[in-house]
């Protein structure tokens, strides 16, 4: 599974980005994917989460309300869309994905339980 994200860019506090993350392969309908960002001289953390399904979603409490995971397995790409932008999103984004166990229940996976990951996208918000 190859990944690689896109939409990253430069906005104004308050602004909007969507992010992309397209996967290789005929498998992504059987992929767990994830967000998480990185911002200097921090360690990664996590942002979003959907699985395979999109039937479940989870958000770290810093973007609740502010930002959507969502996916289309029919274009093998799932997206972050991130609203009401504030200077403490600017962060390398990365997207990552992992086999889903197709169990009944989901949860927020840490980073370390993603197999794959995308090369990142820089997101750089100004106040």
């Known amino acids: 599974v190859q990944l690689q994200a896109s939409g990253g860019g430069l906005v104004q506090a308050g602004g909007s980005l969507r992010l992309s993350c397209a996967a290789s392969?005929?498998?992504?309908?059987?992929?767990?994917m994830g967000w998480f960002r990185q911002a200097p001289g921090k360690e990664r953390g996590f942002v979003a989460t959907?699985?395979?399904?999109?039937?479940?979603?989870y958000y770290a409490d810093s973007v609740k309300g502010r930002f959507t995971i969502s996916r289309d397995n029919a274009k093998n790409t799932v997206y972050l869309q991130m609203n009401s932008l504030k200077s403490e999103d600017t962060a390398i984004y990365y997207c990552?994905?992992?086999?889903?166990?197709?169990?009944?229940?989901?949860?927020?996976?840490?980073?370390?339980?993603?197999?794959?990951w995308g090369q990142g996208t820089q997101v750089t918000v100004s106040s």
């Open positions: 990552a994905a992992d086999f889903s166990g197709f169990s009944g229940s989901y949860y927020v996976k840490p980073a370390d339980e993603y197999d794959y």
């Open positions: 392969g005929r498998t992504f309908s059987s992929l767990d």
């Open positions: 959907i699985n395979w399904s999109g039937g479940s979603t």
